[in-house]
């Protein structure tokens, strides 16, 4: 597989968000802040002006890993473990965090979740339910079950590799990731 490298660090000084809330919350999440946040910063935000925005956060996100792995851990007892094993919190932890006032949403759709959060996007910027839509999805394989079911089943390459539309093809590669767009509506073509 591939897998993100420095999954498990997160800055959570910068987002205001307690030591014992970071340690309880799902690595997911905490990408999704950071290259949410970044994302926006990068199309020309300030964080003083997303206080109050209307902005939609649309985040495509499946796998609940860190649900097994927090209940395991001294953080499973926290506060913090049912926001932070959540999915569904996932895109409201960021509206909140970032104080964005258009709509979010979390989808769990498998392979098609960040293009079901990227379609959801563009239909709220259409609908002017927001003047920007942070579409974003994440993926990280936390536990090796699901792996395991996927290979056992012929899923999965043996090499490891995807040969889409080859005739080597012999299964898919699964791997980790993370990433973020910033929406706009095109005023000029009416939405």
């Known amino acids: 597989g591939g897998f993100v490298v420095g999954a498990q660090l997160f800055d959570h000084v910068h987002f205001a968000v307690a030591s014992a809330e970071a340690a309880a919350m799902d690595p997911q999440q905490r990408l ?12 020309g935000w300030e964080r003083s002006s997303l206080s109050g925005a209307l902005v939609g956060v649309f985040n495509g996100v499946e796998m609940h890993d860190f649900a097994q792995v927090l209940a395991a851990s001294p953080a499973g007892s926290s ?16 509206s909140y965090v ?15 979740a960040a293009l079901v959060a990227s379609h959801a996007g563009r239909r709220a910027l259409q609908l002017r339910e927001c003047v920007t839509a942070l579409a974003s999805g994440v993926n ?28 080597r093809a012999d299964g898919y590669a699964r ?13 000029r073509a009416g939405g």
């Open 32 to 43: 999704l802040l950071e290259r949410g946040y970044a994302a926006l910063h990068g199309s």
């Open 140 to 167: 990280l394989m936390l536990l090796p079950a699901v792996g395991t079911s996927f290979a056992v089943a012929g899923m999965t390459s043996p090499m490891g590799q995807c040969h889409t539309f080859d005739a």
């Open 98 to 112: 970032l104080g964005l006032h258009g709509p979010c949403a979390s989808y769990a759709t498998a392979c098609s």
């Open 79 to 94: 506060v913090y473990a049912a926001t932070g094993s959540s999915l569904s919190i996932a895109s409201g932890r960021l």
């Open 175 to 187: 791997g980790e990731a993370c990433c973020a767009a910033s929406l706009h509506a095109d005023e």
